[in-house]
């Protein structure tokens, strides 16, 4: 597993890589939301890191997720709350999100719901590894780490027996 700060490091060198190849000033990859490989999954949350080493896991990893549409829709899930609004990817490992729009339930005690909408803003760049999505704060604030959903497996078909 990878530290914050090693994170951080990969994160910056591809965001290095990524200005490089856009060429001369004013030269952008095109803004489209399907660019990146993230339309279509859905995630629950694992843990945050943040900058200052600090950990934040959750009671249930369930209460936690986020499905990116394939046209540029976000629904969330911020424990009692639910939301829904955009991402965009600009380029490789960039990601912005637009304003949600969120119930506003009053969660219990104890809750990251509070935590999840004051930093939403402030993700900027993600990356994938080990199968689990990384969500990068801006200026090293931290780093939400979310493992794939769970699918429920197909319901198993019954065997007919056959009748006399």
């Known amino acids: 597993m990878l530290t914050i700060r090693e994170l951080t490091t990969?994160?910056?060198?591809l965001t290095c890589l990524t200005m490089v190849l856009a060429g001369p000033a004013g030269a952008q990859l095109p803004t489209k939301p399907g660019a990146a490989d993230l339309g279509g999954t859905s995630w629950q949350f694992v843990k945050f890191q943040g900058g200052d080493d600090k950990i934040l896991t959750p009671d249930n990893r369930a209460k936690y997720t986020i499905h990116f549409g394939r046209e540029g829709r976000v629904l969330v899930r911020f424990d009692c709350n639910r939301g829904r609004g955009t991402w965009t990817s600009a380029g490789p490992n960039q990601l912005t999100f637009g304003p949600?729009?969120?119930?506003?339930?009053?969660?219990?005690p104890g809750s990251l719901h509070d935590f999840f909408v004051k930093q939403w803003p402030y993700i900027r760049s993600y990356i994938m590894k080990d199968g689990h999505l990384f969500l990068s704060l801006m200026a090293d604030g931290g780093i939400f780490e979310f493992e794939p959903l769970d699918k429920k497996p197909p319901a198993s078909k019954k065997k007919e027996?056959?009748?006399s």
Request: net charge positive.
């Open 161 to 163: 027996t056959p009748t």
């Open 100 to 108: 949600l729009a969120l119930t506003r339930a009053k969660c219990p």
């Open 10 to 13: 990969v994160l910056v060198a």
